[in-house]
């Protein structure tokens, strides 16, 4: 059955999806998300599930937490996330990669309202945080550790999902906030949201640009002094209508532009210029059945970029570029969620099933002219995906709750895997304790251009390639302690972690192609401590230490440092004051190094560094409060990545209001 067949199948099935049925229940990672407490996640099984029955680390950052951060983009809002490297190279709307627990950056799967957007075009299939802003988001979930048993490739090191706003509860309510700032940084968002006679809507606008600063360390010679900015838009449109207790239509329009500077490092490029688009929609329904205990899903959509980098000869280079790089991801997929309730012993069961269909084509074109000589690289492919899936969730006994994933799926041109994930959860409440454990199996595919790319150099792609995989294992502990009536004065826990990585993709220069013959591990310990002594005060202290190493060399991989960590505390001293320092920390870490001269030594330590961010928010009245943000007060100088200069001591101020 071709691929077009399915979409055809999927699109009949949202149409016919809707007999009459009972309640209606919330099924797929992040649709209408406004009933969801801080403590119920979506992501972490596909169906909404306290975070204490979860055997997983899962983090959420809600809209207050936002809010309360003062965050700008996404990669803002992770930094303080355990067992998560953040690496932007440069200030705000550059590339950024996100390393979770050591793996690869394309071992980070990234979902919008549980859709799969990485790249296909991009390198490894990464995605690039860089050109995310927050405004139209409700909450982020981060679930680390191996999660293709629920959500298929690249699902190695975990699944970050990006959760738009849902309605309101108003029949329309107006939102936004306006802030500028330095580097002539401006931000402005405005959006109305609401439900009415059945029908629910979402829509935003968001702007961001800044001059930026300069790419280029201070210490490289060659550094002109030339800024290098972004400037960033983000449309958004939900749309639903509910039909009684039968079920629900609704859909999903998401538009981004990123327009940014480049430098072609460690040498400043004043007319190398990137821009990344990326179009995302989906349309699905759901029916109730049985009584409201089965909910039943289809959704079909599509994930579109088109990313485009432009460079031209200037007075210190002759260096020329006009790359350009468009993939489309087409997919349909129907889950079926069934709360089962008490089953021949157990209680709360929750079987999750589905099967989807995805069709990605990739069309690129490289050409550069550089002190190398000419380059060039070409790739037009397509690729079909099939997958199944189950999910089961059940309380074993008052103190036990046990989750077993199974995923199976069925590429059209490399070979098939099965996905596991097991793990249970036992509270221990003579102890005030939950113990958690799990085990599980990920992979991440083969790109196309891995596949079928070629290049002027002789490189053709390997069509023999099987997917890169690993084996993840995890346990840990987590502990609530009452103190003066309080119940969670004090929250603590640890997680250690071990994943084994086999058949990564690596380049054979020999035979001018890309091999598996890769190994690599990772292992490492993730604490938390988050102390609440009074409703004014609340402090979270997050450490990791991680080792990350390529087996078949045994040098650390590069990007990860062993040891990071992150210190938060809210203050709120008045009714209507509220601010708070962030301290995050960055360990050594290896990378790759230039010296003040531009030149490439190789690998090399790059140094740690500390920042401290503040961030406060004054309440002119209930719906509309000034707020400000500080990003590192002390002016430190530092390289994310050596060669990239960090950003200095920036101010944002602004204004944000609902009605």
């Avoid at 690496?87 to 950056?105: E, H």
């Avoid at 550089?370 to 199944?388: C, K």
Wanted: proline letters at 4%; charged letters at 20%; hydrophobic letters at 35%.
């Amino acid at each position: 059955m071709s691929f077009r067949s399915y979409l055809l199948i999927g699109s009949a099935l949202c149409a016919a999806a809707l007999p009459a049925a009972a309640v209606r229940a919330q099924t797929q990672p992040g649709d209408n998300v406004a009933q969801l407490m801080p403590h119920i996640v979506i992501t972490a099984t596909r169906a909404e599930t306290e975070l204490e029955r979860v055997p997983a680390r899962v983090t959420v950052i809600d809209r207050e937490a936002i809010d309360r951060g003062g965050y700008q983009s996404v990669e803002e809002a992770l930094r303080t996330v355990p067992g998560i490297s953040v690496v932007r190279l440069g200030g705000p709307g550059q590339q950024t990669s996100v390393f979770m627990r050591g793996a690869n950056s394309d071992h980070v799967l990234v979902l919008v309202d549980g859709v799969p957007v990485n790249d296909p075009s991009g390198a490894g299939g990464a995605y690039n945080f860089g050109d995310d802003l927050v405004g139209d988001l409700e909450r982020i979930e981060v679930v680390r550790g191996p999660v293709s048993s629920l959500y298929g490739s690249n699902a190695i090191g975990g699944v970050i999902n990006l959760i738009t706003r849902a309605p309101s509860r108003k029949k329309a309510e107006i939102f936004g906030q306006a802030a500028g700032g330095s580097h002539g940084t401006a931000q402005a968002q405005a959006g109305l949201r609401g439900r009415s006679d059945g029908f629910d809507y979402m829509v935003s606008a968001e702007h961001f640009r800044t001059d930026g600063v300069n790419l280029s360390p201070s210490r490289i010679a060659r550094n002109t002094g030339e800024e290098d900015g972004s400037e960033i838009t983000t449309l958004t449109g939900k749309l639903g209508y509910d039909i009684g207790n039968a079920g629900r239509v609704d859909a999903l329009l998401r538009y981004r532009r990123n327009e940014f500077d480049l430098d072609n490092v460690p040498y400043d490029e004043p007319n190398y210029s990137g821009e990344n688009e990326h179009f995302l929609y989906k349309l699905g329904a759901e029916a109730y059945l049985l009584d409201g205990s089965l909910t039943s899903r289809v959704d079909v959509g599509q994930s579109r970029h088109d990313r485009s980098f432009t460079n031209r000869p200037d007075a210190f280079s002759a260096n020329l570029t006009d790359d350009s790089y468009e993939s489309v991801r087409s997919f349909a997929e129907m889950q079926n969620t069934y709360r089962i309730g008490d089953l021949a012993g157990l209680r709360d069961t929750v079987l999750v099933f589905g099967g989807s269909a995805a069709r990605s084509t990739v069309e690129t074109s490289t050409n550069s002219v550089s002190v190398w000589g000419p380059f060039t690289q070409s790739l037009d492919a397509d690729s079909n995906d099939y997958a199944l899936y189950t999910n089961l969730q059940a309380r074993v006994t008052e103190r036990i709750d046990v989750t077993a994933g199974l995923r199976y799926d069925l590429p059209d041109d490399y070979g098939n895997t099965l996905t596991y994930r097991i793990g249970a959860v036992v509270a221990v409440p003579e102890i005030l304790t939950r113990f958690s454990g799990a085990v599980g199996t990920a992979y991440k595919a083969p790109t196309l251009y891995d596949r079928y790319g070629v290049d002027n150099y002789g490189y053709r792609g390997n069509t023999g390639l099987n997917p890169e995989e690993s084996v993840s294992w995890e346990v840990g502990f987590e502990t609530d302690l009452p103190v003066r009536g309080r119940a969670q004065a004090v929250s603590f826990g640890a997680t250690y972690f071990k994943t084994d990585t086999e058949n990564l993709i690596t380049n054979d220069f020999a035979l001018q192609t890309v091999v598996n013959i890769g190994e690599a591990s990772s292992e490492g310990v993730e604490t938390f401590l988050t102390l609440r002594p009074a409703d004014w005060i609340e402090t979270r202290l997050t450490y990791t230490w991680m080792q990350a190493r390529n087996e078949d060399t045994g040098q650390l991989l590069l990007r990860r440092p062993r040891h990071q960590g992150a210190l938060a505390v809210d203050l709120k001293p008045a009714r209507d004051f509220s601010f708070g320092p962030e301290l995050v920390y960055v360990g050594s870490r290896l990378d790759v190094a230039y010296d003040d001269a531009g030149n490439f030594l190789g690998n090399r330590p790059n140094g740690s560094y500390t920042l401290v961010n503040l961030s406060g928010a004054y309440q002119l009245r209930e719906d509309v409060s000034l707020f400000g943000k500080v990003y590192n007060l002390f002016d430190r100088e530092y390289e994310p990545s050596n060669g990239f200069a960090g950003r200095g001591l920036t101010a944002l101020v602004g204004v944000r209001g609902s009605f």
